[in-house]
């Protein structure tokens, strides 16, 4: 049983570039969720979503950032124009159900490196 | 004004030794607290979970204890081993996310 997947692991975008974060939730997984990590720093919530919804957007930025996770295929996150202060570690997690009464499953991350 | 990087708290421990990471929260609704631990280059894997009609939990090598007067969490880690060389998050729930505490670094020196 595949855990969450993410693609890719590094990615390199210049100043001004679009980037496109990719991730696949366990199997029978309909709630994604997006977090953001600078080194040395815990895990900021960005957005959390459910097949063709967004839930909760509270954590992300009001401008360049989206996210979906269509009815087929893996959830994006898309960050447009980016400035090197978008440079971070991006997870996603993944879990069975809506609730507080679960842990969510992380995928290993996309590493974005603004140059 | 300019964000400046938090440096996460370390904890050396010996090999062999017996660990423990603290963390406090401030939520007093919160009724479900996890431990994750992340190694270098990884996404944060779960360790053990706590809800809050209890007061310790204990797993493999690992022991949460709860304090809700106090609002603390504390992760024993028994016979501490080098694969545990990892930062250590405390999480709870609030409304729709988890939420990560303070983290804490350990080192285990051989």
């Known amino acids: 049983n595949a855990g969450v997947m993410q693609n890719p692991r590094h990615l390199v975008r210049r100043r001004g570039q679009e980037a496109r974060l990719r991730c696949s939730p366990m199997?029978?997984?309909?709630?994604v969720y997006w977090y953001r990590q600078l080194p040395e720093e815990g895990l900021k919530f960005m957005v959390y979503?459910?097949?063709?919804?967004?839930?909760?957007e509270s954590g992300m930025p009001k401008e360049r950032f989206s996210a979906e996770f269509p009815k087929e295929g893996p959830s994006i996150l898309r960050i447009q124009q980016v400035v090197r202060g978008d440079s971070a570690a991006y997870f996603c997690a993944s879990s069975p159900q809506r609730g507080n009464n679960s842990p969510l499953h992380f995928g290993n991350g996309t590493r974005l490196t603004v140059t | 004004g300019e964000s400046v990087g938090l440096h996460l708290p370390t904890l050396s421990v010996q090999e062999g030794d017996n660990s423990i990471i603290n963390c406090a929260y401030s939520n007093s609704a919160s009724d479900y607290f996890i431990w994750y631990k992340q190694e270098s280059g990884k996404g944060p894997q779960f360790i053990i979970d706590?809800?809050?009609?209890?007061d310790k939990r204990q797993g493999q090598r690992v022991t949460v204890l709860l304090n809700k007067t106090v609002k603390h969490l504390s992760l024993q880690i028994a016979a501490t081993q080098p694969g545990d060389s990892a930062v250590y998050f405390c999480?709870?729930?609030?409304?729709?996310?988890?939420?990560f505490g303070g983290g804490t670094r350990v080192l285990v020196k051989p």
């Open positions: 199997k029978g997984h309909s709630h």
């Open positions: 706590i809800r809050s009609n209890m």
């Open positions: 999480l709870s729930w609030e409304v729709n996310k988890l939420t």
């Open positions: 979503l459910q097949k063709e919804n967004i839930i909760d």
